[in-house]
Every structure is written in C-alpha cells, then in structure tokens.
C-alpha cells in the first residue's frame, strides 16, 4: 500500500497559501484607503513653487490685510477671486517700488498680463462649492485655509474630502461666528461649551443655516 502522495507539512503550506490569497487584497484595498485619507492622498501640506515670492504672514500677519483686499470676490462669487496685478500695485507702487522681489510683478503690471499662481486648494470638476455662501452664513476663512497669517507660503491644512466636509454639513453651528469676525484669524469660541453652543445656536437662526446632506448640495 502506497503513502499519501504529498507530505504532511504541504498542508499546512496551502492553509497559509489560501490565507495569503484572502489578506493580500484585503491589505491592498485597506492600504489605499488609508492612503488616499492620509495627508499625502489629500495634498496636505504639500509644497506649491508660486511664480512669486509672497508672505502671508507679512501680508496677512505683521500688516493685518483683510482677506478681502486681495480675495475681493468672496462675499459675492463662488469663486474668493485671485488678486489682479492692479490689486498689488496699488500698494506697490509707492511701497518697495524698486524692489527685485517685485520684478515679476512690475513685468505683469506693465503688460496687462496676470500672474500664473499656482492653486493649492483644488476641488474635483465634480464638486460644487461656493465661497460667497459660506462666508455670508458666518463660516470663517480660517475653518477651511487655516491660519494663512502663519504661513510663509500657502498649504492646504484641512483634508477637504467628502467625509471632512460633511461632517460641517451635519452639524454647521460649531464652525459659525458673528460675520464681523469672519476673516480673524484669531476669533475663537467661547470657552465655556454652553456659551459656545448658544452661541452657534443663536448664529444659525440669524443667519439661516441648516444642516445640508443631500447629494445635490454639492453634485450638481
């Protein structure tokens, strides 16, 4: 009578086979989960070369420019509206008017030419966002960019996916503030969480805001 034809031991090798055919795609989908959450799926913090030096934490910080000198069209377009060459010289013309780190500026000034920026917070074709409506219902500038006046160059700080973004949506009163206060970079919330709360309460009926979860808020 002849033996099995394979040794013992091979069956524990095809357990581990059969297990490693089951985890190698379960590993693969979670790790691209994983993936496209984390900061390197999301572009944050992610470094953008702009075709000019610029500071926020001057511009922003040490000279307290409003966001709107320069992002004009925020309180009235879906778009916040990159700044016109004309907008910097307005300033420029009589301050660092001779300055080479201004060079590029004065070129596109004089040429009635705009300056190629590089966008650093890009939503898919897909997504409909406005800025006017967010900004008029009490929803700061700092909720989605951050804090710009601490910023050298501009990085994209929140995730701005779907999940990130809904979580506002459910629940919108803790991000809203009185709209007088809506480009600070500093305003904070009460600290007691029942002030906080009344707060955000009492904002959503000012400004008429409700929680917003169907597809079309934002798929259009």
Request: hydrophobic share 35%; net charge neutral.
């Amino acid at each position: 009578m002849s033996g099995p034809l394979f040794p013992r031991w091979t069956n524990t090798v095809s357990r581990f086979s059969a297990a490693g055919l089951l985890a190698v795609p379960a590993i693969a989908i979670g790790g691209l989960m994983a993936y496209v959450r984390s900061p390197y799926g999301t572009n944050m913090q992610r470094p953008y070369e702009q075709p000019i030096e610029f500071d926020h934490r001057h511009h922003a910080g040490d000279e307290q420019i409003d966001c709107r000198y320069c992002h004009w069209s925020v309180e009235k377009s879906p778009s916040a509206g990159i700044p016109s060459t004309t907008v910097c010289m307005s300033c420029h013309a009589q301050i660092w008017n001779k300055s080479p780190y201004l060079t590029e500026v004065r070129k596109a000034f004089f040429a009635d030419q705009p300056i190629p920026w590089v966008r650093v917070h890009n939503l898919p074709d897909f997504v409909y966002f406005n800025h006017a409506i967010h900004v008029n219902k009490g929803v700061g500038c700092v909720s989605c960019h951050g804090r710009v006046d601490e910023m050298a160059a501009i990085e994209q700080k929140k995730p701005l996916t779907m999940g990130w973004c809904l979580e506002c949506h459910r629940d919108p009163k803790s991000q809203l503030r009185p709209l007088e206060y809506i480009t600070s970079m500093t305003w904070t919330p009460p600290a007691d969480p029942k002030e906080a709360a009344a707060l955000g309460e009492k904002l959503a009926q000012d400004y008429d805001v409700h929680s917003r979860t169907s597809c079309s808020t934002c798929h259009r």
